[in-house]
């Protein structure tokens, strides 16, 4: 039996680091650490994360919605 989760797929977290990547240049603001977890995709179930901060992709457009405010 395989193990269900609702976890993002590493696409999901790419393109919103894309988004987030967008909105953070618009505000003068470059993190060249921003991008994909690579530690988080480790997992037996990987859950990829947003570096930095390993954040979730739901946590990381909020930081991109609070930016754009």
């Known amino acids: 039996m395989k193990a ?7 696409e999901e977290v790419e393109e919103v680091v894309k988004e987030l990547r967008a909105v953070l240049a618009e505000a003068g603001i470059s993190l060249l650490s921003l991008g994909l977890d690579p530690v988080s995709l480790a997992w037996e ?13 739901r946590t990381a457009r909020r930081t991109a919605a609070a930016v754009m405010r």
Request: glycine share 4%; no cysteine; charged share 25%.
């Open 4 to 10: 269900r989760h609702s976890a993002p797929r590493a």
């Open 45 to 57: 179930a990987p859950r990829p994360l947003v570096a930095p901060g390993r954040r979730p992709p």
